[in-house]
């Protein structure tokens, strides 16, 4: 079954530290994709990033880093120097290719990234 | 491009009345629409997928006769809360799903929400 595990609830950091938020998905498929989103306390969700199956290469987006590793079935997401405006909850989520659910989003739990000034 | 608005922003109702929540795909044409919903600090959950023309596809758990998915047309999909009641209070996210223009079949784009309170 698709799942995506988001072990870390909540992570609370001073302005400039580095953090990693985890990601951690289940799938059968061999094709799939992975996201990232972020939803600021507005609620709207932001896109970051999406990831497929067959691009293993970490990106790097400004402060903003992804390090996908099929062999371990993760997608950890780093943020550098990390700013109070990054404070907001994150969410990964994986789409499949195939099956009945095709392209549906699965969710992790998401992460609550609050960074002090 | 791949803008997704949703109407009302927020509402508030009073218990036993219908809430309708529009979802519009402005720039591109949407054929499959998802409606989530997500509760105080809790994650996304899928309540249904709706294809243009065709009837929506509920989420074990989810009331079809509670709530009404109509998806018309390419750019239009509505969510219809009938006769609400504060359970039902909570943040409805609606995204988009397109294969024209370039726009990946894989990728979801995502309304800005509507906030329900029903008192």
């Known amino acids: 079954a698709q799942k995506v595990t988001q072990a870390q609830t909540e992570i609370s950091v001073v302005e400039k530290e580095d953090v990693t938020l985890d990601c951690v998905y289940e799938t059968r498929d061999t094709t799939y994709y992975l996201f990232w989103y972020k939803q600021p306390p507005s609620g709207e969700l932001v896109f970051l990033i999406r990831r497929n199956s067959f691009d293993e290469q970490n990106e790097i987006s400004g402060r903003y880093s992804w390090n996908f590793q099929k062999s371990t079935s993760s997608f950890n997401f780093t943020i550098t120097a990390s700013q109070v405006v990054d404070s907001a909850v994150y969410f990964c989520?994986?789409?499949?290719?195939?099956?009945?659910?095709?392209?549906?989003?699965?969710f992790g739990k998401g992460t609550k990234l609050s960074v002090k000034p | 491009g791949a803008v997704v608005s949703q109407h009302p922003s927020w509402v508030i109702c009073k218990s036993g009345t219908s809430v309708k929540i529009e979802c519009r795909s402005l720039d591109f044409q949407a054929t499959t629409m998802f409606w989530y919903r997500q509760f105080p600090k809790q994650s996304l959950m899928l309540m249904a997928t709706?294809?243009?023309?065709?009837?929506?596809?509920?989420e074990q758990g989810v009331e079809k006769d509670k709530f009404l998915i109509n998806h018309a047309s390419l750019t239009l999909s509505t969510l219809t809360v009938t006769s609400a009641h504060p359970e039902d209070s909570s943040f409805y996210i609606c995204s988009a799903r397109g294969g024209d223009r370039g726009i990946s079949f894989y990728e979801q784009y995502f309304g800005p929400g509507t906030r329900l309170t029903v008192t």
């Open positions: 709706s294809n243009e023309g065709s009837k929506a596809t509920y």
């Open positions: 989520a994986l789409s499949e290719f195939y099956g009945g659910s095709q392209g549906n989003l699965i």
